[in-house]
T-cell receptor
């Protein structure tokens, strides 16, 4: 069974600080996908990144970066120079890739990390 | 514009009064799912559908029904809502699974309160 753990329930930082959100996953599949979603106070889910299990390259997109390490089953997310607009709940999610039946592309979500960025 | 729509966005109802939350997508996706989001639990899958007339239970199906009579629509039915179904509900759709496409598109969410 797949599982995603986000051990940090809530993080508070001061604007311009760097912050890393941790994500640890469990799966028996060799092919899988990892995701990060942002949920601002308005409630919608905003897709941030998808990474497949065969691509361990770290990715940077502006102030956002992701560190994928299969050896530790982690997919951590770093925001550099945080801003108040980054305040949101962030979800890490896992989808197993090769099964053609069951789950319907099911995403297994972590419990989320509430990030508060203060002035 | 490619999107998943849900209606209503907000609903307050009373225990036992049947309700339906509609979900529609315009991307010709085969897969559709319903998730519920609860504090401290993240999002959990309720039901999913792999294509028209093909539906199956997710992780938390009790108290819910779904149907998939058309490809674009996947309504969530609560026959007799109870207060423990108070939650934020998301509909999602995605293409048939293949090696490159595994992204789910989410609707805007429906906030349901059952009194």
């Amino acid at each position: 069974a797949q599982k995603v753990t986000q051990a940090q329930t809530e993080i508070s930082v001061v604007e311009k600080e760097d912050v890393t959100l941790d994500c640890v996953y469990e799966t028996r599949d060799t092919t899988y996908y990892l995701f990060w979603y942002k949920q601002p106070p308005s409630g919608e889910l905003v897709f941030l990144i998808r990474r497949n299990s065969f691509d361990e390259q770290n990715e940077i997109s502006g102030r956002y970066s992701w560190n994928f390490q299969k050896s530790t089953s982690s997919f951590n997310f770093t925001i550099t120079a945080s801003q108040v607009v980054d305040s949101a709940v962030y979800f890490c999610a896992l989808s197993e890739g090769e099964a053609l039946t069951g789950g319907g592309n099911k995403l297994t979500f972590g419990t989320g990390t509430q990030l508060k960025v203060e002035l | 514009e490619a999107q998943v729509t849900q209606n209503p966005r907000y609903l307050i109802t009373v225990t036992g009064k049947k309700l339906t939350v509609t979900c529609s997508q315009n991307m010709n996706h085969e897969y559709m799912s319903w998730y519920r989001q609860d504090p401290g639990l993240g999002l959990r899958q309720i039901y999913y559908s792999m294509n028209v007339e093909v539906t199956d239970k997710g992780d938390v199906p009790e108290g819910y029904k779904v149907s998939r009579k058309e490809k674009r629509n996947f309504p969530l039915i609560l026959e007799s809502p109870s207060p423990n179904q108070t939650s934020l509900y998301f509909c999602a759709s995605s293409k048939r699974r293949d090696s490159t496409h595994n992204e789910q598109f989410f609707g805007p969410g429906t906030r349901l309160t059952v009194l």
